[in-house]
């Protein structure tokens, strides 16, 4: 089935780095979403993009619906570790607008 | 606020045991999924429902059944368990209707089968 590119697929990072991760797919999307997901829990909604060139912010995090419908990518500024666990982008296609696609996820990791 | 629960969280089967994992929510959403996750994978949508009454296949439906028989609840099935259905199990809600409203998702089922 139709699945997203995502990556990197793992982060190790320094406290107060800033960290950067991207989606993109072959087809076009009409809504971009970015989920946290932390140990033992499900997805937690982080921010929607809902247009094309779509810049959001949602404090320390900021997300980017592409040009083209066809990436997004996700920025993380000065990160603390309470930032730590997987980050997973999903878009909605445009012939379904009932589903989801996942992306494999990034795993991030926060050293003091 | 309850959200989106699943029970149980934990549950280990025997190959060709049948059981079904729960979910409930309350905040009367209309459309509600059914995923599975597997080790160092994104979220494969096996069942969704966009009402009571109506259900439809994701993309990995094999070896799982579903019913909606009222707005808060959306069962799913395991009939004849197998080595492969061993992961982690989500359900999530969201509004419908118009334009587009992001899914909420409950703490997920770990379910093992030997």
């Known amino acids: 089935g139709q699945q997203l590119n995502q990556s990197p697929q793992s982060m190790f990072i320094q406290e107060g780095e800033d960290v950067s991760m991207n989606c993109t797919s072959s087809s076009i999307f009409n809504t971009w979403l970015w989920y946290k997901q932390d140990p033992g829990e499900g997805p937690v909604l982080l921010i929607a993009?809902?247009?094309?060139?779509e810049l959001t912010s949602n404090g320390r995090l900021t997300a980017q619906f592409g040009i083209t419908r066809k990436d997004s990518f996700l920025n993380i500024s000065a990160s603390i570790p309470s930032d730590v666990g997987i980050y997973f982008c999903a878009g909605r296609p445009p012939y379904n607008t009932d589903k989801l696609i996942f992306g494999t996820g990034t795993r991030l990791q926060v050293f003091p | 606020n309850a959200g989106v629960t699943q029970t149980p969280k934990f549950r280990i089967l025997k190959i060709g045991q049948s059981m079904t994992l729960q979910c409930t929510q309350d905040m009367n959403h209309n459309y509600m999924y059914w995923y599975r996750q597997d080790p160092g994978m994104g979220l494969k949508l096996i069942y969704y429902?966009?009402?009571?009454?109506?259900?439809d296949k994701g993309e990995v439906p094999n070896g799982y059944n579903v019913s909606r028989s009222t707005t808060e609840d959306f069962p799913l099935r395991l009939e004849l368990a197998a080595p492969s259905q061993t992961s982690v199990y989500f359900c999530?809600?969201?509004?419908?209707?118009?334009?587009?409203?992001?899914?909420?998702f409950g703490d997920g089922t770990r379910l093992s089968i030997l």
């Open positions: 993009l809902y247009k094309a060139g």
């Open positions: 429902s966009v009402g009571a009454g109506i259900t």
């Open positions: 999530a809600s969201s509004l419908g209707g118009q334009g587009y409203q992001p899914q909420h």
